[in-house]
């Protein structure tokens, strides 16, 4: 027989009606906290675990150990609980049928008349009686091992189809409720069918005084007859609490032997793990430091094995590296004193040759007009070899690190007046106009004027030579703790790629193309580095076709560090920038052009221009990575509207 039970389970209900705390909800305000609050603390967890190897590998090993002790253990209890049950089983089933053969034999037993016992036999005895006495007498041979219920057949009353009373009410040993501990189950099938049936259930005693707790048992039954021959039922009834006990036993011994088990595994993790990743964290520790210069950084190594080997390469490759960079710092500080000592050594011949040429200028009305043209030529080119000489001596400085930066307040506005009254002449020349915008307020910073003049000529020249006769727009602005000039031209502008490549040395964007001005292709490399010196960035946007615009942004304060531009890198009229801004003015209504006004107006009008107040722009570029830095969204937008007057 098996044991039947009640079931019961649950189903989850699904949340229906939208989204759950959308936006603007009563709710959304709270939830956002309590994210905020719980991920205060997870998010350092998280770092942690994504940062140490060791920590995920052994709490790897520690679920992985759990999984296996745990499987481990209920596979043991498993057993070890069928073998009890198993064990019980066959012993019940053995003292059950002694019981049910003592209990028939004795109701079998012929009567005697004269001088005997007449307990136990037929004669004077009634049947409850006798059942009373059999009950007692089966339950005194267990010892506690067992109790004994007697019941009436069928549901205890009168059998059906007989009108002799049976064996009424019932009978147990041991205080036991024989009609609450046996099954109605297994009651049903010793009634029916003659055998020997089982089935685990619960011995439960009846009300009273000291009544002890229910507790799991194993019930044998069987149908048998009395001493009249009426059928009843006789139950054995066996305790389980010493297996029961015994199954606790081996579950509490599996759970300490498996935490230990557990603890053990993890520490061993811990330890191998810990020899294996020392190491490597030391040679993480000295790649930082050798890539912050310190060459002499080396691994230590003991032993010969893997790790060891692993640390005798890197030591190699460490000493290797120095020796290559020694070599280059080598290399490199001949190639500059070579450079200086070139430079300032081909001064003297260069002074004398200069000499001569002036002489032979001014006398180059007397020469036919050939050499008079060659005596021309000569002056240029000498002037510009004194240009180039003056740049390698300042490029050498930088190199060697001995050029000095002497910062003083200064207001750029008079820096950029003479820049641009120098470079007059050329864009009266090339038919450019040069404009101004952003000079009505003061633009101060701590900076050294001859250093600020050099680069800002150098970009006005350039915006000049290649503006293709357009205007060219200088603009300075200052907000927060920078200042910043900007040169915008309108002229080939720069392909993509080239951005980054301008200040490189003697880089030059069209090989083809004449200097009209006798440049070196040093001016924006020594640019860049006068930039560098005050801790500002120099850099460059161009589209091909659109011109471009080199920003220099300067600290407001000698060794503040940036954190934006006063004005974007990529203009406000730019190809990007207009189409961004056709746009958002797409619904509103524009007075009629002409078809060719843009191509007719290389640069945007006036009011465009110099009502658009600077924005912060965010510092995403390095000194000369050519690298776009777009204003923020609603600052850019604020400077449309006052630029549109709305």
Not at 222 to 239: A, E, M, Q, S, V
Not at 629 to 643: F, L, M, P, T
Request: charged share 25%; aromatic share 4%.
């Amino acid at each position: 027989m098996r044991p039947g039970g009640p079931g019961g389970g649950s189903r989850w209900g699904a949340l229906r009606g939208g989204r759950l705390l959308q936006d603007g909800a009563p709710g959304g305000a709270v939830l956002r906290l309590c994210v905020r609050l719980v991920r205060r603390p997870v998010l350092p967890a998280v770092r942690l675990w994504r940062r140490n190897i060791q920590l995920r590998v052994v709490a790897a090993t520690l679920l992985m150990s759990l999984a296996v002790v745990l499987a481990l253990g209920f596979v043991v209890i498993a057993q070890v609980n069928r073998g009890l049950l198993e064990a019980k089983e066959k012993a019940a089933q053995s003292q059950a049928a002694g019981g049910f053969a003592v209990a028939q034999e004795k109701a079998n037993a012929p009567a005697t008349v004269d001088g005997a016992d007449l307990t136990d036999n037929k004669v004077g005895r009634d049947a409850s009686t006798w059942m009373n006495s059999l009950v007692k007498q089966l339950a005194s041979g267990g010892q506690t091992a067992f109790e004994v219920a007697a019941l009436g057949a069928g549901t205890g009353e009168e059998r059906a189809g007989s009108g002799a009373p049976g064996v009424r009410g019932a009978r147990a040993s041991g205080n036991v409720d024989p009609t609450a501990s046996v099954p109605p189950a297994l009651r049903r099938s010793v009634n029916q069918t003659t055998g020997t049936y089982k089935t685990f259930s619960e011995i439960r005693y009846a009300a009273g005084p000291g009544q002890k707790a229910p507790e799991p048992a194993l019930v044998v039954g069987k149908r048998l007859t009395d001493i009249n021959g009426d059928p009843y039922d006789l139950y054995y009834l066996f305790p389980l609490s010493q297996e029961e006990e015994s199954l606790n036993l081996v579950k509490s011994t599996i759970a300490t032997a498996g935490l230990f088990v557990v603890a053990l595994l993890s520490a061993i993790a811990w330890l191998v793990v810990r020899q294996i990743v020392t190491p490597v964290r030391m040679a993480a520790g000295v790649a930082e430091r050798l890539s912050a210069g310190r060459l002499q950084e080396r691994m230590k190594v003991t032993g010969e094995d893997d790790i060891a080997r692993l640390g005798e390469a890197f030591n190699k490759m460490a000493q290797s590296l120095q020796h290559k960079i020694q070599q280059m710092e080598d290399l490199s500080r001949l190639q500059r004193r070579f450079v200086s000592d070139v430079s300032h050594e081909l001064r003297t011949p260069l002074t004398t040759v200069r000499m001569a040429a002036d002489v032979i200028h001014d006398a180059r009305a007397d020469f036919d007009p050939v050499t008079a043209r060659s005596a021309e030529l000569l002056a240029g080119q000498l002037d510009r070899f004194e240009s180039l000489l003056a740049d390698l001596l300042e490029i050498s400085r930088f190199d060697a690190g001995a050029a000095a930066l002497e910062a003083e307040p200064v207001d750029l506005r008079d820096v950029v007046r003479r820049v641009i009254d120098g470079a007059e002449p050329l864009a009266e020349h090339k038919g450019t106009r040069i404009r101004v915008l952003g000079d009505t307020q003061p633009v101060i910073a701590e900076a050294d004027s001859r250093r600020v003049e050099r680069v800002l000529r150098n970009l006005l020249v350039n915006a000049v030579e290649h503006g293709e006769g357009r205007d060219v727009v200088v603009r300075l602005a200052s907000a927060g703790g920078a200042v910043a000039v900007a040169v915008r031209d309108y002229g080939v502008g720069l392909k993509p790629g080239e951005a980054t490549r301008v200040f490189n040395r003697f880089w030059r964007a069209d090989p083809a193309r004449a200097r009209t001005t006798g440049g070196t292709g040093l001016g924006l490399s020594i640019a860049v580095e006068d930039a560098r010196l005050h801790g500002g960035w120099l850099q460059a946007w161009g589209e091909p076709g659109g011109g471009s615009q080199f920003r220099l942004t300067l600290p407001r304060t000698a060794d503040e560090p940036l954190r934006g531009s006063p004005i974007p890198l990529e203009p406000e009229d730019s190809r990007a920038n207009r189409a961004r801004a056709a746009a958002v003015r797409a619904d509103t209504p524009a007075p009629r052009q002409p078809a060719d006004a843009a191509e007719r107006s290389p640069i945007p009008p006036r009011s465009a221009v110099a009502g658009a107040l600077p924005v912060l722009a965010d510092p995403t570029a390095l000194p000369g990575s050519g690298a776009r830095v777009v204003a923020r969204a609603a600052e850019y937008a604020a400077q449309e509207d006052r630029a549109d007057g709305r």
